[in-house]
């Protein structure tokens, strides 16, 4: 089983940066993918960003091109998603998922953190 711890978020505003923390712990060698994933109130948790764990192969929602980037630190078990021109409608919480596919679809990742908020005021 995999641990993913969250941490990062926080109350900004619109145009501002934030990075955020994905720490994994437990049997990290289980997995392929590191995704992120955003909900807000009232909608469907919705993908991000994904990275590969060994070979730092990335993909991005359209919503998110060109404004987060995603690294990764294999020493440290930890993937950050940083974030710049930060709009309102970024506002939701934040979640890192980890799944055994290449893949954008939740429905593929086995074990997700409790998430972190991000706020963003206009």
């Known amino acids: 089983q995999v641990h993913l711890v969250e941490s990062g978020g926080g109350l900004v505003q619109a145009g501002d940066s934030l990075r955020l923390s994905c720490t994994a712990s437990g049997r990290t060698f289980t997995f392929y993918t590191t995704g992120w994933f955003r909900q807000a109130p009232g909608k469907e948790r919705e993908f991000l960003a994904a990275i590969t764990w060994s070979g730092g192969a990335t993909r991005y929602a359209d919503s998110v091109k060109g404004r987060f980037t995603l690294a990764r630190d294999n020493a440290k078990n930890t993937v950050y998603l940083q974030m710049s021109s930060l709009r309102p409608e970024d506002t939701a919480r934040y979640y890192c998922?980890?799944?055994?596919?290449?893949?954008?679809?939740?429905?593929?990742?086995?074990?997700w953190g409790q998430g972190t908020q991000v706020t963003v005021s206009s």
């Open positions: 998922a980890v799944s055994s596919s290449w893949t954008e679809e939740k429905r593929f990742y086995t074990s």
